[in-house]
């Protein structure tokens, strides 16, 4: 495999690059290091990648960067750069939204047109799905995202779909319900959670906790890759959940348990844009990729806490 993997110093993209390299595949990774975390933080996550005769990265947005080179000898595109975070995707900051997570994503579309692409894999996310559909969260309901963020993943999502009909780019979209492990942004939850319970901070949580998840951990997203890169539906969406629905604080008291303390919990509003519930159905997923969640939830918040102390 020739792999092109955007977004490859984020979280999940560098995890998906090492699994490649590591598989034997030649890697080129873009990545434009916006400044919604920290550049050191996406620098450490391309190290070891880096140091290998099988990665080459290019510092580029994907609208500025030379695509028709760097497609030119590809067999697979794993498209993960976006800009993240459903809360500040509100106001002032749309605009960041819709260029880096739509007009990226068409643009990147239109350079694989009438090329020999074998799968082109999109990360979307289960934010496209809203409070306004039934549990657990199938991919034929209609979509009705709370916030901006989910519009714009909503959107890219679509454009894959045209650009199979249309073009015959052989796009499958990948709708991931809350990824964690090592490497996690710093602004999700669970680093959050870990990294307040280890120093002795309050934890903030939104409303009364008793709002739901469905989480997954990395390897099983990167897996969940790797299936659809081989067996997906050209224009097909799937749900990647890792089967460990529960609560917050159900959260908040296995992070008690995996670190050895009390975490400190500061209750605040609920904010605009965060669904309640979220539960992935992977019925089709599991159809076609063969795919099945391997880490549970302990399991992945172990490795995470392991890989946080390492950092801190």
């Not at 450490?44 to 099988?54: D, E, I, T």
């Not at 074998?118 to 996310?125: A, F, P, T």
């Not at 019925?283 to 399991?299: H, I, Q, W, Y």
């Amino acid at each position: 495999m020739r792999a092109l993997v955007t977004g490859v110093a984020g979280f999940i993209g560098s995890t998906l690059a090492e699994r490649l390299v590591r598989d034997g595949a030649d890697v080129v990774g873009i990545d434009c290091f916006t400044d919604y975390y920290a550049r050191a933080i996406k620098e450490r996550n391309v190290a070891a990648l880096l140091s290998g005769p099988r990665f080459r990265l290019v510092e580029a947005a994907i609208q500025a960067a030379p695509l028709a080179d760097l497609l030119s000898d590809r067999t697979h595109v794993f498209h993960l750069a976006a800009q993240a975070g459903v809360r500040k995707s509100w106001g002032r900051d749309f605009n960041v939204y819709t260029e880096n997570n739509v007009a990226a994503t068409q643009v990147l579309l239109e350079a694989c047109v009438g090329l020999p692409i074998e799968k082109l894999v999109y990360s979307s996310s289960s934010s496209v799905y809203g409070d306004e559909v039934p549990l657990p969260m199938r991919e034929n309901v209609m979509p009705q995202p709370l916030s901006p963020y989910g519009v714009t993943k909503l959107a890219a999502e679509q454009l894959c779909v045209l650009y199979w009909h249309n073009f015959k780019v052989p796009t499958t979209s990948l709708r991931y319900f809350t990824v964690y492990g090592p490497r996690q942004r710093p602004d999700m939850g669970f680093h959050k959670f870990l990294r307040a319970t280890l120093t002795g901070q309050p934890i903030p949580v939104f409303g009364d906790g008793e709002q739901t998840r469905d989480f997954t951990f990395v390897a099983d997203a990167v897996e969940a890759n790797l299936l659809a890169a081989a067996r997906g539906t050209p224009g097909g969406v799937y749900n990647i959940g890792g089967g460990s629905r529960v609560t917050v604080n159900d959260v908040l008291q296995m992070i008690g348990r995996v670190t050895g303390r009390q975490p400190v919990i500061e209750r605040l509003s609920t904010q605009k844009g965060d669904m309640r519930h979220t539960f992935a159905d992977t019925t089709r997923a599991k159809a076609d990729l063969g795919f099945t969640p391997r880490v549970g939830l302990e399991e992945g918040l172990t490795a995470e806490h392991r890989w946080l102390m390492s950092i801190l």
